[in-house]
């Protein structure tokens, strides 16, 4: 009990520093510490990271930070494709689905050391860019085009938040950034958003297909989440971000290859 309550401490403290992405690390956090299979482990992380996600996005929501149209979207689109993910994540092997987690880590890990060795900057916004705002209204113009590489993002986050057990952070950020010009900080805001709603939708899906998660510890273990991620969010104001993302980036590397490892043992 006390090693759960520790992993969820270090899990909302990560979120905390890290912000949409470091749910990532939920589900590796309960195989490796607390010897779970991953199917074991991805309703407890769902609850978590999607309850923490929740709290983060109704600070944002507050602030007018999120874009909750688009949210809304992606979310909708996404929250059918968890039940898929959900019954892959059965029928695949366990050494499969953990390296998978793995090359998903190490892809993250990547993206985020270009990003601090850049100087901490964000990808820059590509020429696959079809959401624009209107200077007038400082809203989204919707079109089709828009409406359509929302819906896949969506999609895509759905499907790997009911395979993996992720919040779908490290899929929503970087595709809003290349697809729309939204700010950085509303990128964020609405990735909490749709995490929190997806998450909500994998949750039920992984219940309905017969799920069984311990409720006590689940809750200690999203209460804590909740609580580190409190406290990571006063200690990030201290530090700076390219410093955040290559400690980050560092873990995540670190923690891949352990699964990757334990993936090839079949321990």
């Known amino acids: 009990m006390l090693t759960s309550l520790l992993l969820g401490a270090l899990v909302g403290a990560v979120l905390g520093l890290t912000g949409a992405g470091g749910g ?12 779970w299979p991953m ?21 944002a929501f507050r602030r007018g930070l999120v874009r909750y149209r688009a949210a809304f979207l992606m979310a909708a689109a996404g929250v059918p494709l968890t039940s898929l993910g959900v019954r892959l994540s059965h029928v695949l092997p366990q050494r499969l689905l ?8 190490l892809v993250v ?29 400082g809203r989204l113009a919707w079109t089709w085009s ?13 499907l790997m938040t009911g395979l993996l ?3 779908g952070g490290f899929v929503i950020v970087p595709m809003l ?10 990128i964020v805001a ?59 980036a560092v873990a995540l590397i670190v923690i891949a290859l352990g699964l990757m490892a334990k993936a090839a043992l079949g321990v």
């Open 24 to 35: 990532i690390l939920a589900v590796p956090a309960l195989v490796v510490g607390m010897g």
């Open 39 to 59: 199917q074991q482990a991805t309703p407890v992380a769902l609850v978590a990271v999607a309850g923490s996600a929740a709290l983060g996005a109704l600070e």
């Open 98 to 105: 953990m390296a998978l987690f793995a090359a998903v880590m």
């Open 109 to 137: 890990a990547l993206r985020l050391l270009r990003q601090a060795l850049g100087g901490g900057a964000p990808d820059p916004a590509s020429g696959f860019c079809v959401g624009h705002l209107d200077p007038g209204t």
């Open 146 to 158: 828009v409406a359509a590489a929302l819906a896949g993002t969506g999609a895509l986050t759905g």
């Open 165 to 167: 057990g992720v919040g």
């Open 177 to 186: 950034r290349k697809l729309t010009d939204i700010p950085m900080h509303g």
């Open 190 to 248: 609405t990735s909490l958003m749709v995490i929190a709603l997806v998450g909500g939708g994998g949750i039920a899906s992984t219940l309905v297909q017969g799920a069984s998660p311990p409720l006590a510890l689940t809750l200690m273990f999203s209460a804590m989440t909740a609580a580190g991620m409190v406290a990571g969010r006063v200690v990030s104001r201290r530090l700076a971000p390219a410093h955040v993302q290559m400690g980050f």
